[in-house]
Each structure stands twice: as structure tokens, then as C-alpha cells.
């Protein structure tokens, strides 16, 4: 990704875990939509030589993605500890070393969470940064959640005018005119037999359901994610505004 559509009259950022494999699916059936450039590349590259190479800046609407910091967590941990990518079905499956990192060696998700909203108390290594992605620059700032950094990568410094609600991704696509009537499918777990959009409030408790707000609020909340595990207050389509002090 990023992906435009065929009449190149709008470019999708897709943050990775924010239901991105759905609504490439449903541009490219609607609008024959297709990938350039890296899976999950930022909207920043619009103008640099990779992003003048396929003329992004001349693309009317630029889009990204993105989903609550709770449910986006719990969905970010599901990839990286179950995908079959981690190991056969027959053996162990192997966490990405990444995420790994977030949690200090240990494979729950409540110590995941901890270390990707305590990111004052890792050291992490640059090319761990993504967790499940390699990032081209920068990485999470102390203070601040992974969730945040990873919205602030994927879409500041572009020309990004709104994110699509992953809360609510037929709603988002229909608001911008498709049909979006294709069965959506959750990926996390590498397999179509879990439900799409997972509801992840079971796995968490207080204290975990604070370790994110205390951590992300400075950027859900401008997005409309006031309530946890919730689509935006803004409806599906999110207006995106760059806040020069993040």
C-alpha cells in the first residue's frame, strides 16, 4: 500500500490492524484499486521521490486508516502471537521478535500491552519499532502509546484529509459513495474463521483499560475515540488535522 483507485481520484494510507485488508478489497472490486510502493508505506512519501514516481500528489483525495488504541492493540498482539506465519499449525507458533520486545519475553497480551504503553521502560532496538512492519524513519517517543506513534507515522506530514473509522469499516467505504457489500474478514489470526472486528473488552481490565488512556489520549481524542474499544464520535469518516505539537 498505499492504494489507488483506477480513475486516480483517491490514495488510501492504510494503517496496519484498522481493517486495511477489507477496504483494499473493496476498492479494488469497486474502483479497481491497486497497491504501489511498500505495504503500509506513509502518506509523508507523497513527496519524495517515491511518491513523485507515481505523481501521489496529483491524487485529489488522500486517505488513511485507523481504529480505536484498545481494540488496535489487541488486534496488533492476535497477529503477531497466532498468525501462521509464526509457525505451522503442527508446531509452537513463533511471536514476531518484535513484539517480543514490547513485552519483555513474555507472550500475554496484558504484558504486551504494558510495554507498548510504557515505552519509557524498553529499549528498543530501531528495526523493532514497527512491531509488525519495518518503519522508514522514526519510532515511539516516551510518554506517548505505540498506538499513537503509529497514527502519527502512517498519516502527519502528508496530505491526509480524513481516516476511515476500522470500527466501522462498511460504514466508511458507503460514506464515500461504494457499496462495500462484500463479507468482511478478519486476518489477525491468518484465517477466515474468526468474526471480523474481534471485540477485545474481555481482555482487559481496569487497570489496562487506564495504561491506554493515560498514554494515547493526547491523540484519540481529537479522533473521537472518547470510549474504549468504540467507533469515533466523528462517524466513519474522521476528519484529520495536523497538531504541530505532537
Given at each position: 500500500?498505499?492504494?489507488?483507485?483506477?480513475?486516480?481520484?483517491?490514495?488510501?494510507?492504510?494503517?496496519?490492524?484498522?481493517?486495511?485488508?477489507?477496504?483494499?478489497?473493496?476498492?479494488?472490486?469497486?474502483?479497481?484499486?491497486?497497491?504501489?510502493?511498500?505495504?503500509?508505506?506513509?502518506?509523508?512519501?507523497?513527496?519524495?521521490?517515491?511518491?513523485?514516481?507515481?505523481?501521489?500528489?496529483?491524487?485529489?483525495?488522500h486517505?488513511?486508516?485507523?481504529?480505536?488504541?484498545?481494540?488496535?492493540?489487541?488486534?496488533?498482539?492476535?497477529?503477531?502471537?497466532?498468525?501462521?506465519?509464526?509457525?505451522?499449525?503442527?508446531?509452537?507458533?513463533?511471536?514476531?521478535?518484535?513484539?517480543?520486545?514490547?513485552?519483555?519475553?513474555?507472550?500475554?497480551?496484558?504484558?504486551?500491552?504494558?510495554?507498548a504503553?510504557?515505552?519509557?521502560?524498553?529499549?528498543?532496538?530501531?528495526?523493532w519499532?514497527?512491531?509488525?512492519?519495518?518503519?522508514?524513519?522514526?519510532?515511539?517517543?516516551?510518554?506517548?502509546?505505540?498506538?499513537?506513534?503509529?497514527?502519527?507515522?502512517?498519516?502527519?506530514?502528508?496530505?491526509?484529509?480524513?481516516?476511515?473509522?476500522?470500527?466501522?469499516?462498511?460504514?466508511?467505504?458507503?460514506?464515500?459513495?461504494?457499496?462495500?457489500?462484500?463479507?468482511?474478514?478478519?486476518?489477525?489470526?491468518?484465517?477466515?474463521?474468526?468474526?471480523?472486528?474481534?471485540?477485545w473488552?474481555?481482555?482487559?481490565?481496569?487497570?489496562?483499560?487506564?495504561?491506554v488512556?493515560?498514554?494515547?489520549?493526547?491523540?484519540?481524542?481529537?479522533?473521537?475515540?472518547?470510549?474504549?474499544?468504540?467507533?469515533?464520535?466523528?462517524?466513519?469518516?474522521?476528519?484529520?488535522?495536523?497538531l504541530?505539537?505532537?
Amino acid at each position: 500500500m498505499p492504494i489507488i483507485t483506477l480513475d486516480r481520484q483517491i490514495v488510501a494510507f492504510c494503517m496496519p490492524k484498522t481493517a486495511s485488508s477489507f477496504i483494499e478489497t473493496v476498492l479494488a472490486a469497486e474502483r479497481g484499486a491497486y497497491r504501489v510502493l511498500d505495504q503500509h508505506d506513509p502518506a509523508w512519501l507523497v513527496n519524495r521521490e517515491e511518491g513523485r514516481e507515481h505523481d501521489l500528489a496529483s491524487i485529489p483525495l488522500h486517505l488513511g486508516t485507523t481504529r480505536d488504541p484498545w481494540s488496535w492493540y489487541g488486534s496488533l498482539w492476535a497477529h503477531a502471537f497466532h498468525h501462521p506465519l509464526q509457525g505451522s499449525r503442527s508446531f509452537p507458533r513463533r511471536p514476531f521478535s518484535a513484539v517480543l520486545a514490547y513485552s519483555k519475553g513474555k507472550t500475554d497480551f496484558k504484558s504486551f500491552l504494558h510495554g507498548a504503553t510504557h515505552l519509557d521502560e524498553l529499549d528498543l532496538p530501531y528495526e523493532w519499532l514497527g512491531a509488525i512492519w519495518v518503519p522508514r524513519a522514526g519510532g515511539p517517543l516516551p510518554g506517548r502509546g505505540l498506538w499513537s506513534w503509529a497514527v502519527d507515522y502512517m498519516h502527519a506530514g502528508g496530505k491526509v484529509v480524513q481516516l476511515l473509522d476500522g470500527n466501522q469499516p462498511k460504514a466508511s467505504l458507503r460514506a464515500l459513495g461504494l457499496a462495500a457489500d462484500l463479507a468482511p474478514v478478519n486476518t489477525s489470526a491468518g484465517t477466515h474463521e474468526v468474526p471480523v472486528l474481534t471485540d477485545w473488552s474481555a481482555r482487559y481490565d481496569a487497570e489496562m483499560v487506564e495504561w491506554v488512556e493515560r498514554a494515547d489520549e493526547e491523540l484519540c481524542t481529537p479522533l473521537g475515540y472518547v470510549a474504549p474499544f468504540a467507533a469515533s464520535r466523528f462517524g466513519p469518516l474522521i476528519p484529520w488535522i495536523e497538531l504541530p505539537d505532537r
